[in-house]
């Protein structure tokens, strides 16, 4: 375990339009089908689950859907097959979202706006934001006749239990990563507070809307209704809610020393439809002494990036002093035009004077660390333009040009480790990358990381080791003081084998038209270690993941289609004679 952060998926899948699926089981339903049930019900159209049923029976819809003779059997207590016990559960599934999803979209918007970060010095379980979101999923899980437990403020633990000795358990976490509010703004201007849902469209912009506030409500939800309509159960569910899984990723290993381990687990906290490896996670940490400018000219202070090893920002701006502050920005707005032209023209460069000071920013695209290709990174473009400026105009040498003749020497903008000569690939994970993420400055070194997506392929040891033998001998050439730290892990790979997995890979892949095969993920959640750990959502592989980036969303439709999807997939799993 330990493994800060994760994830987006970087799947091997491809989806198809709901449309074009064909329907392999008895269960499936056409969207058309699906929207024309919805369409047909309300939240005050339906009062429980077995009434929504008999309505459903008595409409056409029921028979274009197949799906009357499992309303009847269901209806009459008889025992149902396995197909028609899966139409029931996809009919379950409908039903919450129909029932619950209003509410469920309130309880979302109330834990967004619980602003669950790290605070430096003060631990997760002592932060008085996790003690109030502790207390907001107690009285949700009490109120829904659920059984809440707080261990120790580390872990939140809800249970559906069922007979017998198997569990079942659901990861999902209360924690988000740290926000730079000024970069909350959208094309047209449109400033967005990062923890309030603002509703722009479809889209419910706030932080934790994606990741992974968004998980503990679906599951919520979907317990809820089981434990109401008091559907047959073959195993006890636990939802483990995390509070450190973006940081030291410590109160699951915490939470598993006082208690056991469930035999299944799946994280609603990474891709549709199953994913069964995850990329190791590392940190390569350079220390930068702080030291006073040598030479002539003007002097960087400060610099800004990633607030958090897995989170590459949309901006990245460094201040300078300078005796001639209006020439200084000329001549850096020009090399920056210049710069960006050369390098794809996909990013801006811009040097501005504020009073003494001159600003030099680089806008790019935020993105998960693990998805580097999918965002532009403006600490990589701001440290290698400095680099490349220096000398052309005058800069006094400090502990920040350090780092960017560092960065511009050992990883440049490539994300693939190509440039330090590390590179590899796995033909089903796909490739180690190396993102340049946070920045970090404070009165004794200027620190800065490049984050690791590490696929299988490569020992943790081994790699470690060709990172640090090349990082050494740049260090001796260049005879620049600095430190590193470095942390390696294996990644995860699954053979997954059972009904459960099955049964997972059908719910997903038939609610959303996807392949019907299993995926990869580009970073490790917290199943890494646990038995039979897979990730079961709730982000879509053909969609941009916007969890840890700046403007942060989900589409209600989808937070409609995950509660839909994990409603159903909970009543089928339950259900299974074995797992």
């Known amino acids: 375990m330990h493994f800060p952060l994760k994830k987006i998926v970087a799947a091997t899948l491809f989806a198809a339009s709901l449309s074009a699926v064909a329907t392999p089981a008895f269960a499936n339903l056409t969207e058309q089908q699906n929207a024309a049930i919805l369409k047909s019900f309300s939240e005050t159209s339906v009062t429980d689950f077995r009434g929504f049923l008999g309505t459903l029976a008595k409409d056409d819809l029921a ?3 197949d799906a ?4 009847s059997a269901f209806l009459d207590n008889k025992t149902l097959s396995a197909d028609q016990e899966n139409e029931i559960n996809r009919l379950l599934g409908l039903y919450t979202r129909i029932k619950y999803g209003k509410a469920a979209l309130e309880t979302l918007r109330e834990l967004v706006e619980i602003p669950t970060f790290n605070v430096d010095g003060v631990p997760q379980y002592k932060n008085p ?35 017998g000795d198997e569990v079942v358990g659901i990861h999902a976490h209360a924690d988000v990563v740290p926000v730079t509010p000024e970069n909350w703004v959208l094309k047209d201007g ?45 195993r006890t569910f636990k939802l483990l809610v995390d509070t450190t899984e973006e940081t030291s990723g410590d109160a699951i290993p915490y939470y598993f020393e006082h208690n056991p381990t469930p035999q299944y687990n799946l994280a609603l906290d990474g891709g549709y439809p199953v994913v069964i490896a995850e990329k190791g996670y590392g940190t390569v940490m350079a220390s930068f002494p702080v030291r006073k400018g040598e ?69 790019g695209v935020s993105a998960h660390s693990s998805e580097p290709q999918a965002g532009v990174n403006p600490v990589a ?49 796909g490739p180690l990358t190396t993102s340049l993420t946070f920045v970090g400055l404070d009165d004794k070194a200027f620190k800065l990381a490049v984050n690791l997506r590490i696929p299988k392929g490569k020992s943790p040891e081994t790699l470690k080791a060709q990172i640090a033998d090349k990082l050494s001998a740049w260090d001796k050439t260049s005879k620049i003081n600095v430190g590193f730290t470095y942390s390696v892990a294996a990644p995860m790979y699954r053979n997954p084998e059972g009904e459960w997995v099955k049964a997972l890979l059908a719910v997903a892949t038939e609610n959303l ?41 989900k589409t209600v439709d989808q937070f409609l289609l995950d509660l839909q999807i994990v409603t159903e997939m909970m009543g089928r799993v339950g259900q299974l004679p074995k797992l």
Do not use: C
């Not at 996790?130 to 907001?136: E, M």
């Not at 939140?156 to 239990?161: A, D, G, M, R």
């Open 63 to 65: 028979k274009t859907a």
């Open 68 to 71: 009357g003779p499992a309303i």
């Open 129 to 163: 934001e996790f003690l109030k979101i502790a207390g907001k999923i107690q009285d949700l899980a009490q109120s829904f006749n659920l059984n809440f437990r707080n261990i120790d403020n580390r872990v939140y633990e809800i249970s559906l239990e069922g007979p």
């Open 190 to 234: 449109t400033r967005l507070d990062p923890f309030k849902v603002t509703l722009i469209g479809d889209r419910m912009y706030g932080r934790g809307t994606e990741d992974d506030k968004n998980g503990i409500v679906v599951a919520l939800y979907a317990m809820k209704v089981i434990k109401e309509e008091k559907l047959p159960l073959a």
């Open 295 to 363: 030479g002539k000219g003007a002097e960087i202070i400060s610099m800004t990036g990633g607030m958090a090893t897995n989170q590459i920002p949309s901006v990245s701006v460094a201040t300078l002093v300078s005796d001639t502050p209006v020439e200084l920005a000329a001549s850096l707005q020009k090399a920056g035009a210049d710069y960006a032209k050369a390098n794809g023209g996909d990013f801006e460069v811009t040097a501005t004077v504020v009073g003494k000071d001159v600003k030099l920013t680089v806008t």
């Open 381 to 429: 473009r701001m440290l290698e333009l400095i680099h490349s400026v220096d000398g052309k105009i005058a800069l006094k040498h400090n502990h920040i040009t350090d780092a960017a003749r560092y960065a511009s020497d050992n990883w440049g903008l490539d994300y693939l480790g190509g440039k330090l000569g590390v590179g590899f690939a796995d033909e089903f994970m």
């Open 513 to 553: 038209g996807m392949e019907h095969t299993f995926g990869t993920s580009a970073g490790a959640t917290s199943v890494h270690e646990l038995p039979n750990g897979v990730q079961f959502g709730l982000a879509r592989p053909e969609v941009k993941y916007t969890g840890h980036t700046d403007g942060e969303f």
